[in-house]
């Protein structure tokens, strides 16, 4: 069901359907009546049919949402699993050494590049071999 209510969470984050819900009763051609939960009383339970999409889902493989725990912060932290370049750049007064490192959960192409300096405090594991590519 898609609506403006953002159920607790705002900005891109948010989900744009929550449900499925069953259908209660046809008011209108275009507007339909839900069986909503008691936590969202507060819901008005009649939707306009442009709102609401189809469930075409196996009612076996419905997870309640009761029974995930979604932080507040919706965050995580990606760890880097290799280096795969080194560099230095030169600035008009000083130098600075980057590496691109290769992130967990992402390809070869999404690698980035960070200080040298600031990935040996706070990944030194990945200094270890003193193995840094050309």
């Known amino acids: 069901m898609k609506g403006v209510m953002r159920f607790g969470k705002k900005g891109k984050l948010s989900p744009w ?5 069953r259908i209660s009763k046809r008011i209108v051609y275009v507007a339909y009546e839900l069986e909503l939960p008691q936590y969202l009383a507060a819901v008005l339970p009649v939707f306009n049919i442009s709102t609401l999409k189809k469930c075409m889902g196996d009612p076996s493989l419905i997870i309640s949402t009761k029974n995930i725990g979604i932080k507040d912060s919706l965050s995580y932290e990606e760890i880097p699993v290799q280096i795969l370049d ?3 750049r030169k600035l008009r007064t000083k130098e600075v050494e980057s590496v691109k490192d290769l992130w967990r959960n992402q390809f070869v ?3 980035s ?3 040298e300096k600031v990935m040996k405090n706070r990944y030194p594991r990945l200094f270890e071999s003193g193995e840094v590519p050309n």
Request: aromatic share 22%; hydrophobic share 35%; charged share 20%.
């Open 109 to 111: 192409e999404e690698a």
């Open 113 to 115: 590049w960070e200080a």
């Open 86 to 88: 080194c560099q230095v």
């Open 17 to 21: 359907y929550i449900g499925p819900y």
